[in-house]
């Protein structure tokens, strides 16, 4: 294969949850320009539908299609699996993107905040790769294996994370179930990685990194000297999802500008508390 092929993914089908903004549509914008064509789904349907036309009307080699996917619930994961299988056959990427996060102090975080967070983090993720383990079977070849492609963070490698204590927790469960998966799933070519972002623009991050200021602030603390960026998400998801990374799997791969490796001082946790 020449070097140029290494990211070309064209003709493949990936799903991205909680794609309509963030990381989400990040990666989505990636993989079209190599040529994906990609499913959309988040919980509100006119925000993917929305978003897979901004996306179509950049003029990528893929194609968009947004559609609502909610992941909260049993039910909602079993609607959305059916959604999928009505538009293919077969899935050569899934990314499982959606995440919900909570931060309260410790004296008062809730109960609830707990099981919710894991529903949408740790729960649906497993739940909806094993109700698409038989499209991404279809797709999976010794060659060419099917991806996973899991959203942990940063905050699940860096203690600390304010006060999103659920949050970093989940997204630690989101590594290790990775490497769970991989070893179940490699045998039968299907890749299961995991990315940890740092801090990235997102409804997440607004509060923090929202502005010019807040941006310039947060790089002092990250050793890259920098927030991420789109194509910081893009290089890696592309990696992946491409032949390029068709022999990596049970890996986690920190996006955060070096701050996995820096000294664990607490204004560097702190920056961890959600991707």
């Known amino acids: 294969m020449t070097p140029d092929k290494l990211f070309d993914l064209t003709g493949k089908t990936a799903l991205i949850t909680g794609a ?19 499913m959309i789904a988040s919980r509100k349907q006119h925000a993917c539908e929305g978003a897979a036309k901004e996306l179509n009307s950049l003029g990528l080699r893929g194609k968009a299609e947004g559609f609502a996917g909610d992941v909260g619930s049993e039910e909602g994961i079993n609607a959305l699996v059916e959604e999928v299988k009505s ?29 919710r967070v894991f529903d949408v ?15 991404l079977k279809a797709a999976a070849t010794p ?8 959203t942990g963070s940063i905050g699940g490698i860096l203690p600390g994370g304010g006060q999103a ?22 045998p039968q070519h299907i890749t299961v990685n995991a990315i940890a972002p740092g801090p990235f623009m997102s409804k997440m991050m607004a509060f923090a990194i929202g502005t010019e200021e807040q941006r310039e602030e947060a790089g002092k603390r990250i050793p890259l ?23 990596v799997s049970g890996h986690t791969i920190p996006i955060a500008g070096g701050m996995n ?15």
């Not at 060659?143 to 899991?150: H, L, T």
């Not at 204590?165 to 490699?186: I, N, R």
């Open 20 to 38: 309509a903004t963030g990381i989400g549509y990040m990666a989505a914008e990636g993989l079209m320009g190599a040529g994906c064509n990609v």
């Open 87 to 115: 538009r293919t056959d077969r899935l050569n990427i899934l990314m499982n993107n959606a995440g919900k996060t909570w931060g309260a102090p410790f004296e008062e975080f809730p109960y609830e905040a707990w099981s």
């Open 165 to 186: 204590y659920s949050y970093g927790v989940s997204k630690a469960a989101v590594h290790f179930m990775t490497e769970t998966l991989s070893a179940k799933f490699a």
């Open 225 to 247: 000297g920098r927030v991420g960026e789109a194509e910081d998400i893009q290089g890696a998801v592309l990696y992946l999802a491409s032949r390029a990374g068709a022999y």
């Open 143 to 150: 060659e060419d294996p099917a991806r996973v492609i899991n």
């Open 261 to 275: 490796a820096a000294p664990r001082t607490s204004s560097a946790s702190a920056m961890a508390a959600q991707d």
């Open 121 to 135: 983090n740790v729960t649906a993720m497993f739940v909806l790769t094993q109700k698409l383990i038989p499209l």
